[in-house]
Structures are given as C-alpha cells and as structure tokens.
C-alpha cells in the first residue's frame, strides 16, 4: 500500500462522488444489518455488536473520505525578508554625507541583488539596477512622502530604508503616509542626512503703485527677509529711476529676522515714473529674481485743489480754511455767502474766480453745513456730473442741515441722522481704507449717527454708531461727516500752547483720501513690471528630519547613523520564521486510512478466529 497521498480519490474532476460508489455503501450498509442475526447465533450478542460497529465505522469513514472536509495545519516558514531603500536624489542633500551613506550601501546591495532593491526619488520614483551606475542627486523636487507612499503600496518591503535629508517640496498628509505603512507590516529605518541650502535674499514693497499729486512724496515700506544665512551680513540697498541710481544705503541682514527700510521717493515730473528697488546678491545665492522689484509712482501736475463752500462764515468754515493755508501740497478757494446774498471766495490766485458750475480745476468739494436752499438747480447737477468723473464731494452736518435734510441732493438713498450725547468720543474704524488712516480724535461736541439704507463704509464711529460715511459714486467719492465743531479742537490746543495737529491732520488726510489725482494714461513701456516667478521648492523648501524619525517611531522602526547602514541591513538579512495556517482536505490525512485499515483487520480477525467465513 502506498502513501496516503497516492490512494484513489472517491470523487470526480467536477466535484460529484459516483452514484456507483453511494450504492456500494448502501448495499454494505444493508449486507451488515442482514447478517446481524447470524452472527448471533454463532458469536453472541456482544461480538456481534463489536463485528456490526467496526463494519460502521469503516463505512462511515469510507462516506467522510468522499466528502469535501478540511482541516488546519499550522507550519513553520522560513523566508528571507523583503529590504528597499529609498534613496534621496534631490540637489539639496548634503553630497559629502550622501557619498558616505553610498559607500557603506553598495557591498550589501550588490551582494544580495535580490533581498535588498534600491531606490531613488527626486521628481519621481524609479528602480535601479546593479548593473547600472548610481546617478548624482542633481533632482530639482524633493517628493519624499508620495515615494514613500508608492513604494509602500506596490512593493510592500517588510522593512524599508530611508536615506534623506527630510526635505519634502510637495508633501502627503502623515495619516496617509503612516496608514499605507502600518497596512503593509513595513516597518522604517530612517538615516536622516544634513541638507545644503542656498542663501536667499527676498525683497517686497508695500505699496507698490503710488499716485501722488505736485510737491507730494510717497513713502514706501522697504521689506527684506533672508532664508538659510549661515550669519549676519551686510547688503547694499539701491533705488534706480530708470539707469541712474537714485540712493544706496546698507541693512544688515540677519537668520530669522525681517528688516525693514522706509523710502521716500519723490519725482520731479509729472506723469508715470518707475523705481526699481534692489538688494545685493549674496555668496551662493541661487535664486535672484526676488532681489528687485519695481514701485511704479504716477504724478499729477497739479497739486491737491480744494473748493469749500459754506452757506455762511462760521468758525468751522474759518478753522478749516486755516488748515488747507498750512498745507503746502494744497491749492484752495474759500467760498461763501454774505448776509446781501453775494458769495465771497478768496485763495489762490490760478483758481479765482471760482464758480460751482465749473468744478472742473479741483479735485475735491467741500460743504459744510449744506442745506438745499443753497444751491441752485444748475449747481446741483454740476456736482452731481463732478463726482461722476472722478471728484471728491464731503457733506458735513449742523443742526439747520439736520432739520432740512439737506444732504438729499447729493446722496440718494434714505438717511436718518440721531443726535448723541456730548461729548462724544470718536474711534477710528481700523478696517476701512479711510478710517485706517485716521489716527485717534479729540471728543467732539456736536456729533449725528448716521443710517444709511445704501451700502456704505464707515470710517468714524462714536458710542458703537457710524458718524462718518462714504461711498463711491461713477469715478468719485461722497462722503458725510456727522460732526460739527471740529473747530473747537484748534482752541483747545491753542489753551494748551499746542499747533493744531489733531484738527490739520484730521482733515488732510479726510481731503487726500477724496481726492483721486488725475493722472495720464500708464505707458506700457514704463509700468511694464516683470512677472515674479516662485523660485524652485527644491532650494526654499525646508528639511524636517524629525519627520524620519517620527515615521520610524510610528513603524516600530529605528533611526540610525550613515555609517550603520551595513551593518544595520546584514542583520536585517537573518531568515524569519513565520507560522503559516492552510487547510488541507481530509482525505490527504493518513489518520483515516490507518483508522479503516485498523478497523478491517480487526473484523477480520475476530470472523477468523470464529472460523466464520
């Protein structure tokens, strides 16, 4: 007889046992009940149980053997583990650390080509063979968790080997990176390298176009911020207007830290001029197309015109007036009413006579205390046409101007105005292009809130309740100011033996912000700006080698040193044993052939000795 695995299996190639071999057992089955009295009679009650049961038994087990049962068997593997190293390849890694990780990487690698594969990742993943040369890292990207995620997913290594300076310059989630790791058993050995960064110089203004009226300068805010310095170093700063070097001045730059430099640039011409500001280039600096940029300034050739308008003159019509004579940038006409009827104007000789139909020379009208009656229907269109091209209108209010709602003519949606306590603080609002350039205001004695069912912008606010509005109207600005006696702010600094500063600077800055120089059209050639372009990732993109080791820990892994690889992966190399669980089929276990073999015999004994045929 020979071994289990060469007796005939009972069952067909499709899976169904032979109806033949089920009549077989069915006729045995029957034959054993039928000659149970016979053997009786000639062996007793108890063998002829003991003869009927074995018969059973071994019918019973011929039936299991044809039937698709299974058991498991739990066996010892051993097998070789799965070992790939990932290789950086980007430029930023340092080449003399890298060379020393190579060097101790090689010997193992070729000696067990199919244990260990290599590797690189720059801009992308790809294989290498022993057989070809290791290329230099010369990789303008640094992919470092999408290798780690590709390499996981389809090569599955039980360990892998990172050699990288942690620099990753488009990265995946961790979650994902440690999830794809934890899901293939890869446990990660991380050998962190230094990185060579190069030093870079970056420069940014703020702003960077400036419109200005005649005798105005702009002031521009000079940024300058330094990536990878290995110290402090000094850098030259240079304004060009076209080929010639306006000024030159040195700023020390520092790891860590943003200088700052204010420049004030003033042309002597009116029209479109272009600065460009630059900074030195640094030793090993890499990357200079954000060493420079341009500031384009447009001038007017005017200064900032002003015409103001009062019903009579009042001490706020004085006071104000005082404040545009001290404004050396401001050209002006002062105009109002006397008790006969006639208007009375006085200012600067180039604008008088100045009339309310032709508000063509100025930029910027200013009425206080407006109620309908003082303007004519002629003169009501021509503001309404004047701030449609581009003027500034400021409406301010007084107690006559509340009662008559004189500010319908110029600002079309409904406005409630409500009277607050006095005095009323003022506080700037910090989020409005106006109300952030206003500093912070004495208390004020007559002061409105102001609700406007238009959508506006509010600059003041006193109590939590707007108090000055704007709005912009075509080209221009209109604005209300629900404050009347600004004046008192003069006479409380001359109590003080103080200049008016908080009353000039007040309005100064409210007028500048109407007005909007008119300036020619920008020439291409002059305002043309060169489009900034991000420098590679590879050379800005910081390395995080504690993201190694976080991998590592997580994995259940190791941090070693370059000089470790060898001996680190020849001990990786050891075979593992791995208990592996497999179901076998019944009938490939010897256990119920000896058992009906057993069986059979020992009937056959017993009949035998009875001398039973």
């Given at each position: 007889m020979g071994s289990p695995r060469e007796l005939p299996n009972f069952v067909n190639e499709d899976g169904c046992e032979p109806m033949g071999f089920w009549l077989l057992l069915i006729l045995l089955a029957v034959t054993t009940f039928w000659r149970f009295p016979t053997l009786r009679r000639h062996c007793g009650i108890a063998e002829a149980l003991m003869l009927s049961t074995l018969r059973w038994l071994a019918l019973i087990t011929f039936a299991l053997l044809t039937l698709p049962l299974s058991f498991p068997v739990t066996r010892s593997v051993r097998t070789s583990p799965r070992i790939a190293v990932l290789l950086d390849a980007s430029e930023s890694v340092n080449r003399k650390a890298w060379q020393q990780a190579v060097q101790a990487l090689l010997p193992i690698w070729h000696a067990h080509p199919k244990a260990v594969s290599l590797w690189l990742f720059g801009s992308d993943l790809r294989n290498l063979a022993p057989s070809h040369p290791l290329p230099q890292p010369v990789a303008a990207q640094s992919r470092l968790s999408d290798a780690v995620f590709r390499l996981t997913e389809t090569v599955r290594p039980d360990w892998l080997i990172l050699i990288a300076d942690g620099q990753d310059t488009d990265p995946l989630p961790d979650e994902r990176v440690l999830a794809a790791l934890r899901r293939n058993g890869t446990k990660v050995v991380a050998v962190p390298l230094p990185a060579n960064m190069p030093p870079n110089l970056s420069v940014s203004v703020f702003p960077s176009q400036v419109t200005l009226f005649a005798g105005e300068e702009a002031t521009v805010t000079v940024t300058v911020k330094g990536q990878n310095l290995s110290g402090a170093t000094d850098v030259p700063l240079r304004v060009w207007l076209g080929r010639r070097l306006i000024s030159q001045i040195r700023l020390r730059v520092t790891p860590h830290r943003v200088v700052t430099q204010t420049i004030r640039l003033r042309p002597n011409a009116s029209g479109w001029h272009r600065y460009r500001i630059e900074v030195g280039t640094l030793s090993g600096e890499r990357w200079t197309d954000d060493n420079a940029v341009t500031v384009a300034v447009g001038q007017s050739p005017t200064k900032l015109r002003v015409l103001l308008f009062a019903n009579q003159p009042t001490f706020e019509f004085k006071f104000v007036k005082q404040s545009f004579e001290r404004e050396p940038n401001f050209e002006w006409v002062a105009m109002t009413t006397l008790p006969d009827g006639t208007r009375y104007q006085q200012g600067n000789p180039s604008l008088t006579p100045a009339s309310l139909t032709r508000l063509q020379p100025f930029h910027v009208l200013v009425v206080l205390a407006l109620t309908p009656a003082d303007f004519g229907a002629a003169e009501v269109q021509a503001i309404q046409t004047f701030?449609?091209?581009?003027?500034?209108?400021?409406?301010?209010?007084?107690?006559?101007?509340?009662?008559?709602?004189?500010?319908?003519?110029?600002?079309?949606?409904?406005?409630?105005?409500?009277?607050?306590?006095?005095?009323?603080?003022?506080?700037?609002?910090?989020?409005?292009l106006l109300g952030k350039q206003l500093s912070a205001l004495p208390s004020a004695p007559a002061v409105w809130a102001l609700t406007s069912q238009a959508p506006t912008s509010v600059a003041l606010r006193s109590r939590g309740e707007p108090v000055l509005l704007w709005r912009s109207v075509g080209l221009g600005k209109v604005a209300i100011l629900g404050i009347d006696g600004t004046w008192h702010w003069v006479m409380d600094a001359a109590r003080k033996g103080e200049p008016p500063i908080a009353h000039q600077t007040f309005w100064r800055k409210l007028i500048r912000f109407l007005a909007e120089p008119k300036l020619p059209s920008q020439s291409a050639t002059e305002t043309e700006l060169r489009p900034y372009r991000r420098p590679p990732a590879e050379w800005t993109t910081p390395p995080n080698p504690d993201r190694l080791a976080r991998w590592a820990k997580q994995t259940q892994g190791t941090v070693i040193k370059p000089e470790q690889l060898g001996a680190q992966i020849a001990s990786m190399m050891a075979a593992k044993e791995t208990l592996v669980t497999e179901r076998r089929p019944l009938s490939h276990s010897p256990l119920p052939y000896l058992l009906l073999i057993a069986m059979l015999t020992v009937e056959w004994w017993l009949i035998r000795r009875k001398g039973l045929p």
């Open positions: 701030v449609q091209n581009g003027g500034g209108l400021l409406l301010t209010l007084s107690p006559v101007t509340v009662a008559s709602q004189g500010w319908r003519l110029f600002w079309a949606a409904p406005l409630h105005a409500t009277p607050l306590p006095s005095p009323a603080p003022l506080v700037p609002v910090p989020d409005d």
